[in-house]
């Protein structure tokens, strides 16, 4: 039975996941590069580690939730990363966004040490973190995943072991595509909407009384109406997703028109300043560039 959990990665995620794993009565040993993330979990009642090393020996299993694949490979290998110091029942669960590739790497070299690995994504935003109802997609072997499933269930609600290393990354790519291409449907709309002189608040409450209606623009068309930039899930974060989307597609041999549409669309945000703000902020280009061609279509 896991008792003590390790927790790498108190971003806007795993801050909230972490404080779900305390309330189930686990007991939490933390790391973060950035000391004031690691300080929140303290208070919470969380104990601190001072490295990757320490946190590992200091556990029964742990849980990542970093940015990227780079970072998730970097506590996983050398000297000071968790393959060489495991926790005690050697089980790592990944839970960040990474190349569903890299995923199927890790998860050999750590058995090859007798360690099993989960790469299990979520999809729920902070609230879902929050409120501890994030949908988990687990790939790996069934019997660690048997062995997961009650620390995932402090952390989310829907939680399947859909298949194999790598298959929960590839779950979430597609997830995030379809995230993707709908926000992107949502910003056109809205672009439309505003050019016609529509209230767009009436057209988002009516549309998600119909066949229109959606997860994104029920949460984000607020923020992408009222322009709120403020970050759930950062535009950088997306662009990194669709960058994973675009290399898979490119592996497989799978033309993905759409998606390659939008990632060029995020890009234009992130070269416009929007990096750091919610993936919302995606409105922004399309508010300006109606706008501008407006303007120029009237002074012509
Ligand atoms: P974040 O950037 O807010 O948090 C990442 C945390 O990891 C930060 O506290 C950072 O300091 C820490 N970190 C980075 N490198 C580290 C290292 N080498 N060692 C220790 N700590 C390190 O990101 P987030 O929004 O919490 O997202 C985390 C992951 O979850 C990403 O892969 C993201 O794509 C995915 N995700 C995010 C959301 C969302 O809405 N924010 C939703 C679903 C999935």
Redesign the pocket.
């Known amino acids: 039975m896991i008792r003590k959990v390790g927790f ?8 909230r996941m972490a404080a779900n794993l305390i309330k189930a009565g686990y007991e939490l040993v933390v ?4 000391p004031n ?1 690691v300080q929140d979990a303290v208070a919470l009642g969380a104990s601190a580690a001072a490295t ?1 090393s320490e946190l590992g020996s200091r556990s029964d299993a742990v849980v990542l ?4 694949t780079p ?2 490979q ?2 996983i290998y050398g000297g000071e990363g968790l393959s060489s110091h495991p926790p005690a029942q050697n089980l790592i669960i990944d ?4 190349s569903p590739v890299a995923a199927r790497q890790i998860g050999a070299d750590l058995a090859a040490e007798g360690i099993a690995f989960l790469d299990a ?6 609230v ?2 929050q409120e501890g109802s ?1 949908t988990i997609m687990a790939g790996g072997q069934a019997h660690a995943f048997e062995v997961a499933r009650p620390v995932l269930a402090a952390m989310g609600t829907t939680i399947t072991h859909v298949g194999s290393a790598g298959a929960g990354q590839t779950l ?1 790519l597609c997830n ?1 595509l379809i995230c993707g291409i709908n926000i992107q449907a949502i910003c056109e709309a809205l672009a439309l909407g505003r050019a016609a002189g529509v209230d767009l608040q009436i057209l988002r409450q009516v549309l998600m009384g119909g066949s229109a209606a959606s997860w994104m623009l029920d949460k984000l068309g607020p923020a992408m109406i009222n322009g709120e930039a403020k ?4 535009i950088d ?2 662009l ?2 669709l960058k994973l989307v675009q290399e898979l597609a490119f592996d497989l041999s799978v033309p993905l028109p759409a998606s390659a549409l939008v990632t060029t669309q995020y890009l234009e945000a992130r070269a416009h300043g929007e990096g750091a703000n919610g993936n919302q902020a995606l409105f922004s280009v399309y508010d300006r560039s109606a706008n501008q061609t407006r303007t120029r279509e009237k002074s012509a």
């Open positions: 790498i990665g108190l971003g806007t995620m795993g801050r790391h973060d590069v950035v993330a990757v939730m970093l940015p990227n970072d998730v970097s506590v839970m960040s966004t990474i994504p979520v999809s729920g935003g902070p879902g973190a994030l979430k995030q970050a759930g899930f950062r974060l997306m990194k997703d």
